[in-house]
């Protein structure tokens, strides 16, 4: 089975009850769709991050989309990977860009061993809702 070990978790804001954390609970949130998953209010460049416990290189994210409607809500998200926190991690380099995940589909991206200990997914523009389902990141020393 699939293991990881993160620090903090955060989002730019939280619709309801879809917290950050639910992005990271190792449940893809395919069978309960509306307990497992994170999600921010419609807002302008929405953004989700995690810390690591210390600075890892990190080979890959794998990205989990929503499975019962509004899949769109990935579109364009930005895999972000670094060691700052300026404008709330979302100025660290991109890993990857993800143009779209089809329903219930979980995207392996490859970051190549980017060293960070922040990782951030931001969708950027106006009117943009970023919802998570699950995000598993593969990484090592």
């Given at each position: 089975t699939f293991k990881q070990i993160l620090g903090a978790v955060i989002q730019s804001s939280t619709s309801g009850d879809w917290f950050a954390e639910k992005a990271?609970?190792?449940n893809r949130g395919l069978q309960q769709l509306y307990t497992g998953c994170s999600s921010t209010h419609n807002q302008t460049n929405p953004w989700w991050r995690v810390a690591l416990p210390h600075i890892y290189r990190v080979s890959r994210v794998v990205d989990t989309n929503r499975n019962d409607?509004?899949?769109?809500?990935?579109?364009g998200a930005e895999i972000r990977i670094g060691n700052s926190l300026e404008n709330n991690g979302n100025n660290n380099?991109?890993?990857?860009?993800?143009?779209?995940?089809?329903?219930?589909?979980?995207?392996?991206?490859?970051?190549?061993?980017?060293?960070?200990?922040?990782?951030?997914?931001?969708?950027?523009?106006?009117?943009?809702?970023?919802t998570l389902c699950e995000v598993e990141l593969h990484y090592h020393v």
């Open positions: 990271i609970d190792g409607c509004c899949t769109e809500q990935l579109n380099p991109i890993c990857a860009v993800i143009p779209a995940i089809p329903a219930g589909e979980s995207y392996s991206y490859s970051c190549g061993g980017m060293e960070g200990r922040y990782v951030n997914l931001i969708i950027p523009g106006n009117m943009k809702i970023l």
